[in-house]
Antibody
Framework: QVQLVQSGAEVKKPGASVKVSCKAS????????INWVRQATGQGLEWMGW????????GYAQKFQGRVTMTRNTSISTAYMELSSLRSEDTAVYYC????????????????WGQGTTVTVSS | SSELTQDPAVSVALGQTVRITCQGD??????ASWYQQKPGQAPVLVIY???NRPSGIPDRFSGSSSGNTASLTITGAQAEDEADYYC????????????FGGGTKLTVL
């Protein structure tokens, strides 16, 4: 079945970096954009950025510009999100999500989500 | 504007109809998609496009839109519909970015 499986929980110290993986299966990895979304405890969903696995093109929310990098390895159908200069406010669950392929100038949302990866930033 | 605004909380009596709304300038250009999230779980897409339900989503969920407001309607709310609901659309700035609403906590009484 179509699924995204993420890497396990991470504990990092302030100032460190974290790299979360998201392995796709059950569909053609390069045919759908991948988005990254995070959620702090008790808070709402926060979009971080997107990546086109075919071209490698990316776009990041202004809040994360300069700190986030989204990459992929098409040979193993895996997307990655690396966040650097971690601070306590980055403690959250991080999700990858597949974006529904839509016609140009349309947006249909995200239909497949990973299980989430908890990242804890603590000294 | 790149913001989507939702009411923080809404309640509905069991079996009744409830509408959850989402407002934002980007909704004049893009459809909203809607997600249901239960505690400790990943979000689940319930409505996308004009009014489309992914496979497995009950037909009591429906979507509509007018001007800068999108709505998610649950007709005959069930106890299992109690959850947080988020709207989401493309940012209207044209840069492929995406924005989420702040979420609505739905309580089924």
């Amino acid at each position: 079945q179509v699924q995204l499986v993420q890497s396990g929980a991470e504990v990092k110290k302030p100032g460190a970096s974290v790299k979360v993986s998201c392995k796709a299966s059950g569909y053609t990895f390069t045919s759908y954009d991948i988005n990254w979304v995070r959620q702090a405890t008790g808070q709402g969903l926060e979009w971080m950025g997107w990546m086109n696995p075919n071209s490698g093109n990316t776009g990041y929310a202004q809040k994360f510009q300069g700190r986030v990098t989204m990459t992929r390895n098409t040979s193993i159908s895996t997307a990655y999100m690396e966040l650097s200069s971690l601070r306590s406010e980055d403690t959250a669950v991080y999700y990858c999500a597949r974006e529904i392929a839509a016609p140009t100038y349309y947006y249909y949302g995200m239909d497949v989500w990973g299980q989430g990866t908890t990242v804890t930033v603590s000294s | 504007s790149s913001e989507l605004t939702q009411d923080p909380a809404v309640s509905v009596a069991l079996g009744q109809t409830v509408r959850i709304t989402c407002q934002g300038d980007s909704l004049r250009s893009y459809y909203a998609s809607w997600y249901q999230q239960k505690p400790g779980q990943a979000p689940v897409l319930v409505i996308y496009g004009k009014n489309n339900r992914p496979s497995g989503i009950p037909d009591r969920f429906s979507g509509s839109s007018s001007g800068n407001t999108a709505s998610l309607t649950i007709t005959g709310a069930q106890a299992e519909d109690e959850a947080d609901y988020y709207c989401n659309s493309r940012d209207s700035s044209g840069n492929h970015h995406v924005v989420f609403g702040g979420g609505t906590k739905l309580t089924v009484l």
